[in-house]
């Protein structure tokens, strides 16, 4: 190999070039594969106030379950809060009922966060704000394919140290 006419590359900068790009080249590959896998978190529950209404997140090893999802509007803040402490996927999102300060940030959490189960109610709210909340949480849930469980008396949802 030559370098500007007739000098010639010296093996050990060959060496020393190839070493690097390979680091790089390994560098790279760590830093891609972890985009879809949860970091330890060890074990913790936390209220995160993120507006008008608040939402509780837990996890424990690698597992998170986001109880509740503040409103529509306060949802964005939902999602930064995830990022903050890692979370990069949900084992479980609850929602303890379908008012829509408890599910208006579910279908904009559900696009920005893979969720790997859904618990919550089946039967729709009656009041018409409500309603409209739910249905576009419940299209969100079918239309990801995210399997879906009605929760039933004695149901224990499993996070990592925590029987919920």
Same mark, same amino acid.
């Given at each position: 190999?030559?370098?500007? %006419? ?22 790279? =590959? ?5 985009? %879809? ?17 608040? =939402?509780?997140?837990?996890?424990? %090893? ?103």
């Amino acid at each position: 190999m030559k370098l500007f %006419g007739n000098q010639k590359i010296p093996l050990y900068i060959k060496i020393i070039v190839g070493a690097m790009a390979a680091l790089l080249i390994l560098l790279l =590959c760590l830093l891609s594969t972890d985009a %879809g896998t949860n970091s330890d978190f060890g074990d913790h529950v936390r209220i995160l106030d993120v507006g008008q209404s608040d =939402c509780i997140l837990i996890t424990s %090893g690698t597992q998170a379950a986001l109880i509740d999802t503040s409103t529509g509007y306060n949802a964005g803040n939902v999602v930064r809060k995830l990022r903050e402490y890692g979370v990069k996927n949900l084992d479980a999102m609850i929602i303890t009922h379908p008012h829509s300060d408890h599910i208006g940030g579910a279908g904009y959490i559900l696009s920005k966060i893979k969720v790997n189960n859904v618990v919550a109610s089946s039967v729709a709210p009656s009041d018409d704000d409500d309603k409209q909340e739910f249905e576009l949480f419940l299209s969100a849930v079918y239309d990801k394919n995210i399997p879906f469980y009605e929760p039933i008396p004695g149901m224990v949802v499993k996070i990592g140290n925590f029987d919920l």
